[in-house]
């Protein structure tokens, strides 16, 4: 399931993220990639335990926190750290898939990467290239955002970053374990709250058809979920 979520961070808060950004030290990207991943991954990175980092992490939090959309397409148990990376002209990230496991700084808890995000920091229209490809059985799903907006897309996928030709594309990227491990059963239930949204937009809460259908959500919820 791939879903795309429109302003997750407002202008004020992408002009802030960019701000702190343009002044923090960037480290190459491959400090953090697997043995495999190292030998495709051409990228910038913020250092996750830099104060800037931890400052503007905490901002992408908030905002997620606050994004019914990111909630119900990820159902977040452990969402790690936000991190920020870039791209420049010539950069590229190769196809790969991320590692399953990652250890949140500073805490020693490993969790389980079944959701991927990314949230783009940079107009589309400030560089050329730069696209994430998302690759599953039904093809190449290339993404290319307004700033401030983010994809969410299975963990699980093979996925790519295309060359930047021009300018320089600036992002955050993060992980999240989900209550609901499997993808399928993700994206049934995204549907499902879709729905009951659309429903309840028509519908009293009270109706029948609501409260059978939110019934419905919750205990495949509790049928499904890994807590």
């Given at each position: 399931?791939?879903?795309?979520?429109?302003?997750?961070?407002?202008?004020?808060?992408?002009?802030?993220?960019?701000?702190?950004?343009?002044?923090?030290?960037?480290?190459?990207?491959?400090?953090?990639?697997?043995?495999?991943?190292?030998?495709?991954?051409?990228?910038?990175?913020?250092?996750?335990?830099?104060?800037?980092?931890?400052?503007?992490?905490?901002?992408?939090?908030?905002?997620?926190?606050?994004?019914?959309?990111?909630?119900?397409?990820?159902?977040?148990?452990?969402?790690?750290?936000?991190?920020?990376n870039r791209y420049d002209e010539g950069m590229t990230f190769g196809a790969h898939v991320d590692g399953s496991i990652r250890v949140i700084?500073?805490?020693?808890?490993?969790?389980?990467?079944?959701?991927?995000?990314?949230?783009?920091?940079?107009?589309?229209?400030?560089?050329?290239?730069?696209?994430?490809?998302?690759?599953?059985?039904?093809?190449?799903?290339r993404v290319k955002l307004p700033a401030g907006h983010a994809v969410v897309y299975p963990a699980t996928s093979l996925h790519s970053v295309t060359p930047v030709t021009r300018g320089s594309r600036w992002a955050s990227f993060f992980w999240a374990q989900s209550m609901v491990?499997?993808?399928?059963?993700?994206?049934?239930?995204?549907?499902?709250?879709?729905?009951?949204?659309?429903?309840?937009?028509?519908?009293?809460?009270?109706?029948?058809?609501?409260?059978?259908?939110?019934?419905?959500?919750?205990?495949?919820?509790?049928?499904?979920?890994?807590?």
């Amino acid at each position: 399931m791939l879903v795309t979520i429109p302003d997750i961070l407002t202008p004020e808060e992408v002009a802030y993220i960019r701000q702190v950004l343009d002044g923090t030290p960037w480290v190459d990207g491959r400090v953090t990639a697997g043995d495999q991943a190292v030998k495709v991954k051409n990228n910038l990175q913020v250092p996750i335990d830099s104060a800037e980092a931890r400052e503007l992490s905490t901002i992408v939090l908030r905002a997620l926190g606050r994004s019914a959309i990111y909630s119900t397409a990820a159902l977040p148990l452990h969402v790690l750290p936000p991190m920020f990376n870039r791209y420049d002209e010539g950069m590229t990230f190769g196809a790969h898939v991320d590692g399953s496991i990652r250890v949140i700084p500073g805490t020693g808890q490993r969790i389980r990467t079944d959701v991927s995000t990314t949230i783009f920091l940079t107009p589309p229209e400030d560089y050329d290239g730069g696209e994430l490809v998302v690759h599953n059985t039904y093809g190449e799903h290339r993404v290319k955002l307004p700033a401030g907006h983010a994809v969410v897309y299975p963990a699980t996928s093979l996925h790519s970053v295309t060359p930047v030709t021009r300018g320089s594309r600036w992002a955050s990227f993060f992980w999240a374990q989900s209550m609901v491990k499997d993808d399928w059963q993700r994206h049934m239930l995204y549907d499902l709250d879709m729905s009951i949204m659309r429903i309840r937009s028509m519908l009293p809460d009270d109706d029948p058809a609501v409260t059978g259908i939110t019934a419905h959500y919750h205990n495949l919820i509790r049928a499904w979920s890994d807590l």
